[in-house]
């Protein structure tokens, strides 16, 4: 439920056991994609997201989730 978290609506397995999971399309731009059109963000700007990111982030945490391929290229900028 935390603002900068994508909503996920459904997961689960196929019957070859490869699982899946269903999020909300968010339009934008990655971070990696922003950085490489704009050059590095000044630095008020990367702590507004990076916090943004650490909530999300402590809130999948307290409920058991590991995120594991924390990059800018999947950081969405919306």
Same mark, same amino acid.
């Given at each position: 439920?935390? +603002? *900068?978290?994508?909503? %996920?609506?459904?997961?689960?397995?196929? @019957?070859?056991?490869?699982?899946?999971? %269903?999020?909300?399309? &968010? +339009?934008?731009?990655?971070?990696?994609e922003v950085v490489r059109?704009? $050059? @590095?963000? @000044?630095?008020?700007? =990367? =702590? *507004?997201? &990076?916090?943004? =990111?650490? $909530?999300?982030?402590?809130?999948?945490h307290r409920l058991g &989730?590991?995120?594991?391929?924390?990059? @800018?290229?999947? &950081?969405? =900028?919306?």
């Amino acid at each position: 439920t935390h +603002p *900068a978290a994508v909503q %996920v609506y459904d997961y689960g397995r196929e @019957p070859d056991g490869t699982f899946y999971y %269903v999020m909300e399309y &968010l +339009p934008g731009l990655t971070l990696g994609e922003v950085v490489r059109r704009t $050059g @590095p963000l @000044p630095a008020g700007r =990367v =702590v *507004a997201v &990076l916090r943004q =990111v650490c $909530g999300a982030l402590a809130e999948a945490h307290r409920l058991g &989730l590991v995120h594991r391929d924390i990059k @800018p290229a999947n &950081l969405m =900028v919306c």
